[in-house]
């Protein structure tokens, strides 16, 4: 298949026509960015703020220009927008009390076929996230839950370098696409379609723009659990997940020490405002095991998260630790839980993804609605 060229898309989207100016996108300097791996093709379009809600069949005619490519196995266009600095407006009374979702009112974003979204979350990077994320994804398998992993951090992408994934998803018509498998779960990253060492320069919108297609334009099929692996940080991505996908809980990662566990409790102190149910806290590097000598050493001190948990009435789900088979699997591509399923540190994975479940299924409800923000 021959590469899909940047100058290629430019010129399928010069036939693209804003209606209010009667213009080509392209001349208008609508066309931020195009981004080509492989047969896939990411459009960014600069817009007007003011026009954003009244430019989506713009936006969806842009995806069919680009999809009529040759070589093109799917198409995705973003809008984003620049609020340019307004002078102060006259003096008004002031407006009464919002309530509900807030100015925007977002829709809610619907993913058919999974009965449960948890969020794997941090308050801080470097705390061993994503490797937890992972292995307690294929804990849940491992249990006998089916089970999906989204990796929702657009701008460090772990999941293709965790689980060996160089191929690109497929679409089979150009608007879905195919999850990858790997040990059992149904996977998908941006990392899959983007390449490794192409920085996503994008803005908050484009961010969650993209989580959302992620959400809904993937067939992930009939899931117990889709296990979401966050960025790190209280961000645009974490609100967009909090405020507008129905998440049956969040489990928190933090290591021991005070620093790792402040930003923890940021974290969760946001699920706790959006209604999100936390799961519990897992303290990762919760100790060091020399892999020669077998000895311990409490390189960043013990059990700090599990009084965190205490003090602020959470479960505590686990202490996992610092060793360097969960370090060289991880890298690898071979997960822990998958590559030696017999060792201890698999089984601390496995005893987590358990209690993660077990709550889940304490109380079967049906679908927790999507929470809403009440401005006061």
């Not at 340019?84 to 058919?112: L, Y």
């Not at 996977?187 to 993209?210: F, H, K, L, N, Q």
């Not at 297609?213 to 993937?218: N, P, T």
């Not at 610092?322 to 017999?342: E, F, N, Q």
């Given at each position: ?10 010129g399928v989207l010069e036939t693209v026509i804003d209606p209010a100016t009667g213009k080509n996108i392209v001349a208008l300097g609508m066309v931020s ?31 069919q220009a680009v999809r009529a490519l040759a070589g093109v196995l799917s198409a995705t266009a973003v809008m984003t927008a620049e609020r340019p600095a ?291």
């Amino acid at each position: 298949m021959a590469d899909i060229t940047e100058s290629a898309v430019r010129g399928v989207l010069e036939t693209v026509i804003d209606p209010a100016t009667g213009k080509n996108i392209v001349a208008l300097g609508m066309v931020s960015g195009i981004a080509t791996r492989g047969g896939h093709v990411a459009v960014t379009l600069e817009v007007d703020p003011a026009r954003g809600a009244a430019l989506e069949p713009l936006r969806q005619a842009c995806e069919q220009a680009v999809r009529a490519l040759a070589g093109v196995l799917s198409a995705t266009a973003v809008m984003t927008a620049e609020r340019p600095a307004a002078p102060s407006p006259p003096t008004r009374p002031a407006p009464p009390p919002r309530t509900g979702h807030g100015p925007a009112a977002a829709a809610r974003i619907d993913v058919p076929g999974v009965k449960h979204i948890i969020a794997v979350a941090s308050g801080k990077g470097g705390v061993g996230k994503s490797t937890t994320a992972v292995n307690l994804a294929l804990g849940l398998t491992a249990n006998g839950v089916a089970t999906g992993l989204l990796d929702a951090d657009i701008y460090g992408p772990s999941m293709p370098r965790m689980l060996a994934v160089k191929e690109k998803p497929e679409s089979a018509d150009g608007k879905m696409l195919k999850p990858i498998e790997r040990y059992g779960l149904r996977t998908m990253s941006i990392g899959y379609i983007v390449a490794e060492d192409t920085p996503m320069i994008w803005r908050g919108p484009m961010v969650s723009s993209a989580l959302e297609q992620m959400l809904r334009d993937v067939q992930w099929g009939d899931l117990d659990v889709l296990v979401v692996d966050m960025p790190p940080g209280t961000g645009d991505a974490q609100l967009t997940l909090a405020q507008r996908v129905a998440l049956s809980g969040a489990v928190i990662v933090s290591t021991p020490q005070d620093i790792a566990l402040i930003d923890a409790r940021k974290g969760l102190s946001m699920f706790r405002k959006v209604a999100v149910p936390v799961l519990g806290i897992v303290e990762n590097m919760s100790y060091f095991l020399c892999p020669k000598c077998g000895e311990r050493s409490e390189i960043f001190g013990h059990g700090g998260a599990h009084e965190e948990a205490d003090k602020l009435g959470v479960p505590f789900l686990g202490e996992i630790p610092l060793h360097l088979d969960i370090r060289m699997t991880s890298d690898s591509g071979h997960p822990i839980v998958v590559s030696k399923p017999d060792s201890p540190h698999a089984q601390v994975y496995k005893n987590i993804a358990g209690r993660v479940w077990k709550q889940l299924t304490a109380n079967q409800r049906g679908p927790r609605p999507a929470p809403k923000i009440v401005m006061r």
